[in-house]
């Protein structure tokens, strides 16, 4: 009874159970982080759904009406009409208009995911067998995110969404991404930012998102890639100005290039 009642409160009130990474139960989409994402979310509920319910009732009408008055009973002779013009007319004109209407704010939608707006800051992903490589171009900065077993996670680390290294980006900064794969195709996706490119071995796809609030965001390779495929989540962590510049200093160490650290050991030996 529990378990139902949980369920029947996650289909008519579904933002209570929507949260930074899925939850158990859920129907529907994440709490949007981003505009793109808020956009994709109101063009869901608010267009997608009515005319998805007006056709299903629509449709169960037709189905009940027709079992009804066209039963064998009530039509011992039946009808050997098999055109019927207006009907041919208006089943054909209704769906290219409901297309119509669905289609045009759906244009404006993809044209903004696709029109990427001046970055503050550029973010490599390459996809592995099975895990990401992430680079930040502008500040030499590279290195491998895994996902974190079972037996390793901390408490507030989510089962096969934790990573050991972060994406950690700026909040109200618009973050460009650079995808890629090195062996198959793989997919990077993240739910509350509505971002989600293919990554293309020998092709760069690119992407963008502006996270509107700090928190910890979960996404998965959402290609089929092998065996592993459930194995390599995608974790981004959005932390204010202040924070990403004390990160960004402890990563140029941590995360350095090799030839750049190369460089540094042939200069200090001269």
Request: glycine share 4%; net charge neutral.
């Amino acid at each position: 009874m529990k378990k139902f009642l949980f369920i029947f409160s996650t289909i008519f009130i579904t933002q209570a159970a929507l949260a930074d990474q899925p939850k158990d139960w859920q129907l529907g989409f994440q709490n949007p982080a981003s505009d793109g994402m808020r956009d994709i979310v109101n063009f869901h509920n608010n267009l997608l759904l009515p005319i998805i319910i007006a056709i299903s009732v629509f449709v169960l009408f037709l189905m009940l009406y027709a079992c009804v008055r066209f039963r064998a009973s009530a039509n011992p002779n039946p009808s050997k009409r098999t055109h019927n013009v207006t009907v041919e007319i208006l089943w054909t004109l209704i769906p290219c208009l409901i297309l119509i209407v669905m289609a045009v704010p759906s244009f404006k939608i993809l044209y903004k995911q696709d029109t990427i707006p001046k970055a503050d800051l550029t973010i490599k992903a390459i996809g592995y067998q099975w895990y990401w490589g992430y680079e930040y171009p502008d500040e030499n900065i590279i290195f491998d995110s895994y996902m974190i077993e079972k037996k390793d996670l901390k408490a507030n680390q989510p089962r096969l969404l934790a990573v050991d290294n972060e994406v950690v980006v700026p909040v109200n900064k618009v973050v460009k991404v650079l995808i890629t794969a090195n062996d198959v195709l793989h997919a990077w996706a993240l739910p509350s930012f509505g971002v989600k490119r293919d990554a293309v071995p020998g092709r760069i796809n690119e992407t963008w998102f502006k996270a509107e609030k700090e928190g910890t965001y979960y996404g998965q390779c959402s290609e089929l890639c092998g065996i592993k495929h459930a194995f390599m989540p995608i974790t981004v962590k959005v932390v204010s100005e202040e924070d990403y510049q004390e990160w960004l200093s402890e990563a140029r160490v941590k995360f350095a290039k090799e030839e750049i650290e190369n460089d540094k050991l042939k200069l200090a030996s001269k």
